[in-house]
C-alpha cells in the first residue's frame, strides 16, 4: 500500500442571492464533470445535502456535491476550491484532508 492524501471538496448548490438551486441534479453532474474534464483533474463526484448558515443569518438545508481527488498536492486543491467557488457562485467551499494507504489493483 502507498501513502497518499484524498482532498474532499464540498460545495453548495443554491445560489446565495436567491437562496435556491437553479440547475438540476443532471445539470450540475455536467457543469462539474466540465469544469473537470477542462482543467485535466481525476475526480469523484457525490451528491449531498447538508445545512448550511449564510453570512446574513439565514440557514437552509441545500444540495450539494463531494468532490473526492486523491494524489494532488494541497496547494492545487486550496487553488481548485476557490475557482470552483467562484463557478458554482458560491460563498464558501470545505475542503477536507484524508490521509490514507492506496493499492491500485
Given amino acids: 500500500m502507498k501513502p497518499s492524501t484524498e482532498y474532499q471538496i464540498f460545495v453548495g448548490c443554491d445560489d446565495p442571492q436567491i437562496k435556491s438551486a437553479y ?11 466540465n469544469y473537470f474534464i477542462r482543467k485535466k483533474v481525476d475526480f469523484s463526484l457525490l451528491k449531498s445535502t447538508g445545512g448550511y448558515l449564510y453570512a446574513d443569518g439565514d440557514y437552509a438545508i441545500e444540495n450539494g456535491v463531494c468532490i473526492s ?37
Avoid: F, R
Fill in 23 to 33: 440547475i438540476n441534479d443532471d445539470e450540475l453532474t455536467d457543469l462539474i464533470s
Fill in 69 to 105: 481527488i486523491i494524489g494532488a498536492k494541497e496547494e492545487e486543491i486550496l487553488k481548485l476550491s476557490k475557482s470552483l467557488s467562484i463557478y458554482m457562485n458560491q460563498e464558501k467551499s470545505l475542503i477536507v484532508k484524508n490521509d490514507l494507504k492506496v493499492k491500485v489493483i
